[in-house]
């Protein structure tokens, strides 16, 4: 069959664009599965009548036309209940179909469908002359069966319509041009239909059919240049208007043309005098600096009645798939808790930063009080060995002279004897004092014990080693020793060894330090000696040999 009559070629037109949209509204079904599959059939059962009606207009064989004219009622049926299941999608975006409607929706396309398969035998769907021998389809008579389809269909498309509408009024600002879209579209054909039947047939051609072809064109539209699949508000009773957080939407002009009842109440926490109705607002005046910030993370501090709340407002850009700016997407979250924890945290840390601090200074007195003697305050014998035997390696790396100075205070026991032992342990404590005072920076002093004091000096010689030694003797053989607010006379011996002429290891020079001290204490003590290492010939090599 060749169709050469324009209006069925305009049948045939219209049924390809409803192949067309059935087609790429399947490949974006996973946005929407509901939406999409409804659509999908209402824009396959308009195709096939759209088929139908271009067969029955243009076949040249009368028994082909009628079968044709009959087939059309079928698929306008089944595409009347696909488009009642579109309202409900677009009214209520998380509506998924039932298996116990989809099998009430059929129960109408397969009647008509008996119906019409057995209509010659009872002339319910069409009657009158060639109605039974399917002749003179042009001719026939509509029948009870016909006009309870036609109600059918109008109950159902009408319903849809409704749901539609219902789904516009309801829908946020962004997603109403897109019901209304579905609604305008929804409405041409049926506006076409009831002209045609208020003309009492009397059109030679029905356009109803052109009329869906309109519709698939404007849901064109809404698929491709609206993003229908892509921005509906699927779930978003379940979703958004769920969640703990505050949602926003602001256009490219800086309105708010949604928000979820969190931000609404948290709107009306902060702006008692605010309308009942938000959307279409300047969201500036409601959301402060968060709106049109240049960083996508904003910090507020909101007074409410429940007392002082702190938000955190994330600001995301709304892009369709193109790449085109939609609007603003705002959310705030309320982190007063999670702030409040973090200052807790903040302060617990810097008390335990404190607190090892305090371990660690304490720690560090332990050592030092460790390496001191309780008495004098000096570092005690212990850790003089220990760093004198680093000073001296040290001596021996760089090449520089180091003095070792014993002092030991002339007759002790005598002031012990006639002064008591804490006059003792007061002279002990002043002379200990003059020393520290008398030595340089880098100098070692320690108590060697008893009434003995070590100083080491690095970087000297054997003569200034002697004189610090003799300078500290003449101090307190002049002044004496301030014990309990007076003077009592003491003396001092002291013996200077030197490195490396009186050895070069920390036991040589101790030793030769103290020989000095006795050779000191034997010249009649209040005085220093030097020690000299003895390089002449040995006993041995004087005697003769045998």
Same mark, same amino acid.
């Given at each position: 069959?060749?169709?050469?009559?324009?209006?069925?070629?305009?049948?045939?037109?219209?049924?390809?664009?409803?192949?067309?949209?059935?087609?790429?509204?399947?490949?974006?079904?996973?946005?929407?599965?509901?939406?999409?599959?409804?659509?999908?059939?209402?824009?396959?059962?308009?195709?096939?009548?759209?088929?139908?009606?271009?067969?029955?207009?243009?076949?040249?064989?009368?028994?082909?036309?009628?079968?044709?004219?009959?087939?059309?009622?079928? +698929?306008?049926? @089944?595409? %009347?209940? !696909?488009? #009642?299941?579109?309202? $409900?999608?677009?009214?209520? /975006?998380?509506? =998924? *179909?039932?298996?116990?409607?989809?099998?009430?929706?059929?129960?109408?396309?397969?009647?008509?469908?008996?119906?019409?398969?057995?209509?010659?035998?009872?002339?319910?769907?069409?009657?009158?002359?060639?109605?039974?021998?399917?002749?003179?389809?042009?001719?026939?008579?509509?029948?009870?069966?016909?006009?309870?389809?036609?109600?059918?269909?109008?109950?159902?498309?009408?319903?849809?319509?409704?749901?539609?509408?219902?789904?516009?009024?309801?829908?946020?600002?962004?997603?109403?041009?897109?019901?209304?879209?579905?609604?305008?579209?929804?409405?041409?054909?049926?506006?076409?239909?009831?002209?045609?039947?208020?003309?009492?047939?009397?059109?030679?051609?029905?356009?109803?059919?052109?009329?869906?072809?309109? +519709?698939?064109? @404007?849901? %064109?539209? !809404?698929? #491709?240049?609206?993003? $229908?699949?892509?921005?509906? /508000?699927?779930? =978003? *009773?379940?979703?958004?208007?769920?969640?703990?957080?505050?949602?926003?939407?602001?256009?490219?002009?800086?309105?708010?043309?949604?928000?979820?009842?969190?931000?609404?109440?948290?709107?009306?926490?902060?702006?008692?005098?605010?309308?009942?109705?938000?959307?279409?607002?300047?969201?500036?005046?409601?959301?402060?600096?968060?709106?049109?910030?240049?960083?996508?993370?904003?910090?507020?501090?909101?007074?409410?009645?429940?007392?002082?709340?702190?938000?955190?407002?994330?600001?995301?850009?709304?892009?369709?798939?193109?790449?085109?700016?939609?609007?603003?997407?705002?959310?705030?979250?309320?982190?007063?808790?999670?702030?409040?924890?973090?200052?807790?945290?903040?302060?617990?840390?810097?008390?335990?930063?404190?607190?090892?601090?305090?371990?660690?200074?304490?720690?560090?007195?332990?050592?030092?009080?460790?390496?001191?003697?309780?008495?004098?305050?000096?570092?005690?014998?212990?850790?003089?060995?220990?760093?004198?035997?680093?000073?001296?390696?040290?001596?021996?790396?760089?090449?520089?002279?180091?003095?070792?100075?014993?002092?030991?205070?002339?007759?002790?026991?005598?002031?012990?004897?006639?002064?008591?032992?804490?006059?003792?342990?007061?002279?002990?404590?002043?002379?200990?004092?003059?020393?520290?005072?008398?030595?340089?920076?880098?100098?070692?002093?320690?108590?060697?014990?008893?009434?003995?004091?070590?100083?080491?000096?690095?970087?000297?010689?054997?003569?200034?080693?002697?004189?610090?030694?003799?300078?500290?003797?003449?101090?307190?053989?002049?002044?004496?020793?301030?014990?309990?607010?007076?003077?009592?006379?003491?003396?001092?011996?002291?013996?200077?060894?030197?490195?490396?002429?009186?050895?070069?290891?920390?036991?040589?020079?101790?030793?030769?330090?103290?020989?000095?001290?006795?050779?000191?204490?034997?010249?009649?003590?209040?005085?220093?000696?030097?020690?000299?290492?003895?390089?002449?010939?040995?006993?041995?090599?004087?005697?003769?040999?045998?």
């Amino acid at each position: 069959m060749v169709l050469h009559d324009p209006v069925g070629l305009a049948y045939a037109a219209a049924a390809v664009v409803f192949g067309w949209i059935a087609r790429l509204t399947w490949a974006r079904r996973a946005h929407n599965p509901a939406l999409a599959s409804s659509l999908v059939v209402v824009m396959l059962g308009l195709g096939a009548s759209c088929v139908a009606n271009a067969i029955a207009v243009s076949s040249a064989n009368e028994q082909t036309a009628a079968i044709a004219t009959l087939a059309i009622l079928p +698929t306008a049926g @089944i595409a %009347a209940g !696909a488009f #009642f299941c579109l309202g $409900l999608s677009c009214a209520q /975006p998380q509506w =998924r *179909a039932h298996r116990t409607l989809l099998l009430w929706l059929l129960i109408e396309p397969v009647a008509i469908t008996a119906a019409v398969v057995t209509n010659r035998w009872h002339e319910w769907v069409y009657a009158g002359p060639g109605a039974t021998d399917l002749t003179g389809s042009a001719a026939w008579l509509h029948g009870s069966a016909y006009w309870s389809h036609t109600g059918y269909c109008y109950a159902m498309f009408g319903a849809g319509c409704v749901l539609i509408a219902w789904g516009w009024w309801t829908a946020p600002a962004p997603f109403r041009r897109q019901r209304l879209a579905f609604l305008l579209a929804a409405l041409i054909p049926i506006a076409a239909n009831v002209a045609y039947i208020a003309s009492g047939f009397d059109e030679d051609v029905d356009p109803t059919p052109f009329g869906f072809a309109v +519709t698939g064109a @404007i849901m %064109a539209y !809404a698929i #491709f240049r609206q993003e $229908l699949f892509t921005l509906s /508000p699927v779930a =978003r *009773a379940l979703i958004v208007d769920q969640i703990g957080d505050a949602v926003m939407v602001v256009n490219p002009a800086g309105r708010i043309v949604d928000l979820n009842i969190t931000a609404c109440a948290l709107v009306r926490a902060v702006h008692p005098q605010a309308p009942d109705d938000l959307i279409g607002l300047s969201a500036e005046g409601y959301c402060g600096e968060a709106h049109g910030s240049d960083q996508s993370s904003t910090e507020l501090v909101v007074d409410l009645p429940g007392g002082r709340t702190e938000f955190q407002v994330r600001s995301s850009p709304l892009l369709d798939r193109r790449g085109r700016l939609l609007g603003e997407v705002l959310v705030a979250r309320d982190v007063t808790e999670a702030h409040a924890q973090e200052r807790r945290l903040i302060a617990a840390n810097t008390r335990l930063i404190a607190q090892v601090e305090t371990i660690d200074r304490l720690r560090a007195d332990l050592v030092e009080l460790s390496s001191r003697d309780p008495l004098t305050g000096l570092h005690n014998r212990r850790y003089m060995v220990d760093q004198f035997g680093q000073m001296v390696t040290a001596a021996e790396r760089t090449g520089e002279p180091l003095a070792v100075v014993l002092l030991d205070i002339d007759r002790f026991k005598a002031i012990n004897d006639v002064h008591g032992h804490l006059a003792g342990d007061d002279a002990l404590v002043a002379l200990a004092q003059r020393i520290r005072a008398r030595a340089p920076a880098d100098a070692l002093v320690a108590r060697w014990g008893g009434e003995e004091f070590f100083v080491a000096l690095p970087g000297t010689d054997g003569a200034c080693g002697l004189a610090f030694a003799d300078d500290v003797r003449s101090l307190c053989a002049q002044d004496g020793l301030p014990i309990a607010g007076q003077a009592i006379p003491c003396t001092l011996s002291g013996g200077v060894a030197t490195y490396p002429e009186s050895g070069v290891t920390p036991n040589e020079l101790f030793h030769g330090a103290d020989l000095a001290l006795f050779e000191a204490k034997d010249a009649g003590r209040n005085t220093v000696r030097l020690h000299v290492r003895f390089t002449g010939p040995t006993l041995d090599s004087l005697l003769p040999q045998t």
